[in-house]
């Protein structure tokens, strides 16, 4: 019953920015464990950012000081905005969920495991 939807991917030049949303249906909040998550073809999933039931966040060490997480209760979504973005960054980009879970997993690397819920993912590519 529940589902992520992503939505903001595109195209832009390296950089820029972009921000991705991620908007939950079939649960009452979002005050729970999520993350962003990238993929390219051959490579596994890769964890970007988590934002845990407190609102803290972590994320991996290619991508601090340029993307910020952030959770709007309200709304029941979470943003991904991304700064100065490089083409490595290009893949895509795909919201995640673990209601279930007391916090996020300890390490951003293997998050991924632990997430049940998924979105079909936003594609992102980064032009040089």
């Known amino acids: 019953q529940v589902e992520l939807a992503e939505s903001g991917g595109g195209t832009v030049q390296a950089g820029g920015s972009l921000t991705l949303s991620c908007t939950a249906s079939?649960?009452?909040?979002?005050?729970?464990?999520m993350g962003w998550f990238r993929q390219t073809p051959g490579k596994y999933r890769e964890g970007v950012a988590l934002?845990?039931?407190?609102?803290?966040?972590r994320y991996s060490e290619s991508v601090k000081g340029r993307i910020t997480i952030s959770r709007d209760t309200a709304e029941k979504k979470v943003d991904l905005q991304m700064n100065s973005l490089k083409p490595e960054d290009s893949g895509t980009y795909y919201c995640?969920?673990?209601?279930?879970?007391?916090?996020?997993?300890?390490?951003?690397?293997?998050?991924?495991?632990?997430?049940?819920?998924w979105g079909k993912g936003a594609l992102v590519t980064v032009s040089s």
């Open positions: 934002i845990d039931r407190d609102g803290s966040t």
């Open positions: 995640a969920a673990a209601p279930r879970l007391w916090t996020c997993p300890r390490s951003i690397e293997t998050a991924h495991i632990a997430m049940p819920t």
């Open positions: 079939g649960l009452p909040d979002t005050n729970y464990c």
